[in-house]
């Protein structure tokens, strides 16, 4: 629907120096696969570029992450049932992948640890601030809910029924039905949540509607997309603006201390490099 509206919610993903606590994404054979899981896998697809997708992307890169988390499972139960695990070269092979493992790891802690050392004042944050406002304006943005369904007949069906209510009681209509019809995957987990998003981050049709409707209403007629029929209950709507400090505070802080990181790295490499020099 963001040009692909099956937006899970499983994922929040952090593909820097952050180690994620576990969340369990699905089971295959009995072994549970989690979001630590995707990581290295979202990092081949994307080329270690995930933070600079948008999140449409984002979730896109995600959802086939899963696929082929769970692809390899099945495939790893397939080889073990031939006895390759007991071939020699299997584990040689699993000897230097050990191996290249535990340096990749222990350098990724050490570069977290020294990410979080760097110290930021609250006067450096407020300066960046003030100096570059312009990149913390807010665009106008609507939380919305949707249910999908296959045909046109459902989703007036839906309006329908759900026209006799309003305030409260509307949206926790709605929130049962997305759970109970809609077709799209996660809705019985999210009651067809998608969260707040900006203008021109869903499909035209999509977006036309949404952004047309009141706060605490339903679409009134079913809205076509190439992936159904939609009826959206808007929850609620923000107007464009300046973020202000408070709310751009953590943001500001993770860039400054990202960059004073680079500069950190930067200057460790030219002192190894030089050491490595003087070696030979």
């Given amino acids: 629907m963001i040009k692909n509206i099956y937006t899970s919610g499983l994922l929040s993903l952090a593909l820097s120096t952050q180690i994620l606590s576990a969340v369990d994404l699905a089971k295959v054979n009995g072994e549970t696969i989690t979001d630590r899981d995707l990581l290295p896998i979202i990092a081949q697809i994307t080329g270690g570029?995930?933070?600079?997708?948008?999140?449409p992307t984002q979730i896109k890169v995600q959802n086939m992450a899963l696929e082929q988390s769970i692809a390899r499972v099945l495939l790893e139960n397939e080889a073990k049932k031939s006895g390759v695990t007991n071939n020699a070269e299997f584990k040689e092979q699993l000897e230097l992948a050990i191996k290249h493992i535990k340096r990749q790891l222990t350098a990724d802690m050490w570069l977290k640890n020294e990410l979080e050392k760097q110290a930021i004042s609250s006067a450096e944050m407020k300066d960046?601030?003030?100096?570059?406002?312009?990149?913390?304006k807010k665009p106008k943005t609507v939380h919305a809910r949707h249910i999908l369904v296959k045909t046109e007949d459902e989703a007036k069906?839906?309006?329908?029924?759900?026209?006799?209510?309003d305030g409260d009681k509307l949206k926790n209509e709605f929130i049962e039905?997305?759970?109970?019809?809609?077709?799209?995957p996660g809705a019985s987990e999210r009651g067809g949540d998608l969260g707040y998003f900006p203008e021109g981050v869903?499909?035209?049709?999509?977006?036309?509607?949404?952004?047309?409707m009141a706060v605490g209403t339903i679409s009134k007629i079913p809205v076509k997309t190439q992936f159904g029929f939609h009826v959206i209950y808007l929850e609620d709507k923000k107007e464009a603006g300046q973020a202000t400090f408070e709310e751009a505070e953590q943001v500001i802080e993770q860039k400054i201390k990202v960059e004073k990181f680079q500069k950190f790295v930067e200057k460790k490499s030219n002192i190894l490099n030089l050491k490595l020099i003087l070696k030979c």
């Fill in 128 to 136: 960046y601030y003030n100096k570059n406002k312009s990149e913390f």
């Fill in 49 to 55: 570029r995930y933070g600079n997708l948008d999140n």
């Fill in 157 to 165: 069906g839906l309006i329908g029924l759900l026209s006799k209510y």
């Fill in 202 to 212: 869903m499909v035209p049709e999509f977006n036309k509607a949404v952004f047309s």
């Fill in 177 to 184: 039905s997305a759970k109970n019809m809609s077709i799209e």
